[in-house]
């Protein structure tokens, strides 16, 4: 069933070339303008807490991996999820002999994105390549772990503000929102305090997402495994918050049509 949803997807950017060359032309300025920002940052400061330039391109690179592949296979879907809700296009989907939550959250897929998380691969290995750092097999896996738990995290908490739009119906303030709030994540976490840090680590865990695997990589020589710890507790609760949240506001869906 997935399968055939990628295809689909595939299909149809490919019927539309240019829009797809344009939107993966914007990503990479983008992401090019936030690496020309550190630059000048840098041409300023030594360090930003205990994160030199190269480590905090790495975390940027990271951020670019995980926004690009979050992007790729959830973002479309969940921001289009009160246009369905509105239109009572969720009716037919949940009448679907599939999971749901499955079919909101994965019918369609963005080869463009894709592309762009690649980039931020290249960028961690040249970033690791700056610092000297030839990270074992090993933390290479556990990177890669982390990677999929902070996926998990964005998806959870946006999956969650786009199913408020079963009370609210227009929910698209709440989804660009917090896309906003998701671009924090690609600073160093030493950089916030108090309460605002707590709220960002537990309860909208996103300054973890990106901070938690760029340290495992970018610090060969410490720990990994408290930050790690607490990246797999906080995406477990957003995770499983999210999933009965979904199925509570089911039980209060009316339909478009009621």
Same mark, same amino acid.
């Given at each position: 069933?997935?399968?055939?949803?990628?295809?689909?997807?595939?299909?149809?950017?490919?019927?539309?070339?240019?829009?797809?060359?344009?939107?993966?032309?914007?990503?990479?300025?983008?992401?090019?303008?936030?690496?020309?920002?550190?630059?000048?940052?840098?041409?300023?400061?030594?360090?930003?807490?205990?994160?030199?330039?190269?480590?905090?391109?790495?975390?940027?690179?990271?951020?670019?991996?995980?926004?690009? #592949?979050?992007?790729? +296979?959830?973002?479309? @879907?969940? $921001?289009?999820? &009160?246009?369905? *809700?509105?239109? !009572?296009?969720?009716?037919?989907?949940?009448?679907?002999?599939?999971?749901?939550?499955?079919?909101?959250?994965?019918?369609?897929?963005?080869?463009?994105?894709?592309?762009?998380?690649?980039?931020?691969?290249?960028?961690?290995?040249?970033?690791?390549?700056?610092?000297?750092?030839?990270?074992?097999?090993?933390?290479?896996?556990?990177?890669?772990?982390?990677?999929?738990?902070?996926?998990?995290?964005?998806?959870?908490?946006?999956?969650?503000?786009?199913?408020?739009?079963?009370?609210?119906?227009?929910?698209?303030?709440? #989804?660009?929102?917090? +896309?906003?709030?998701? @671009?924090? $994540?690609?600073? &160093?976490?030493? *950089?916030?305090? !108090?309460?605002?840090?707590?709220?960002?680590?537990?309860?909208?865990?996103?300054?973890?997402?990106?901070?938690?695997?760029?340290?495992?990589?970018?610090?060969?020589?410490?720990?990994?495994?408290?930050?790690?710890?607490?990246?797999?507790?906080?995406?477990?609760?957003?995770?499983?918050?999210?999933?009965?949240?979904?199925?509570?506001?089911?039980?209060?869906?009316?339909?478009?049509?009621?």
């Amino acid at each position: 069933m997935y399968w055939l949803m990628v295809r689909n997807s595939l299909i149809r950017e490919m019927n539309f070339k240019a829009n797809f060359i344009a939107w993966l032309a914007v990503e990479l300025l983008w992401f090019a303008g936030q690496i020309i920002f550190l630059e000048v940052l840098f041409g300023h400061v030594r360090a930003i807490g205990d994160w030199s330039k190269w480590e905090c391109i790495l975390l940027v690179g990271t951020h670019q991996v995980i926004a690009q #592949i979050f992007q790729a +296979f959830f973002y479309t @879907n969940l $921001a289009d999820l &009160p246009e369905q *809700v509105r239109t !009572g296009r969720l009716d037919l989907l949940l009448l679907q002999p599939i999971d749901s939550q499955f079919a909101v959250s994965v019918r369609r897929f963005g080869l463009d994105s894709l592309v762009s998380s690649l980039v931020g691969f290249v960028i961690v290995g040249f970033s690791l390549y700056q610092l000297g750092i030839a990270p074992e097999p090993g933390r290479i896996a556990l990177y890669l772990a982390c990677v999929l738990l902070g996926l998990g995290v964005h998806y959870s908490i946006l999956f969650a503000l786009a199913t408020m739009s079963i009370w609210i119906v227009r929910a698209q303030g709440l #989804i660009y929102g917090y +896309f906003n709030v998701f @671009n924090i $994540a690609r600073y &160093p976490a030493d *950089v916030f305090r !108090g309460a605002f840090r707590f709220i960002f680590s537990w309860i909208l865990p996103v300054i973890i997402v990106a901070n938690v695997p760029a340290s495992v990589l970018a610090r060969p020589f410490e720990n990994p495994w408290p930050g790690i710890l607490h990246l797999i507790a906080a995406t477990v609760l957003v995770v499983a918050a999210a999933r009965l949240f979904w199925f509570f506001a089911l039980r209060r869906y009316s339909s478009a049509s009621s």
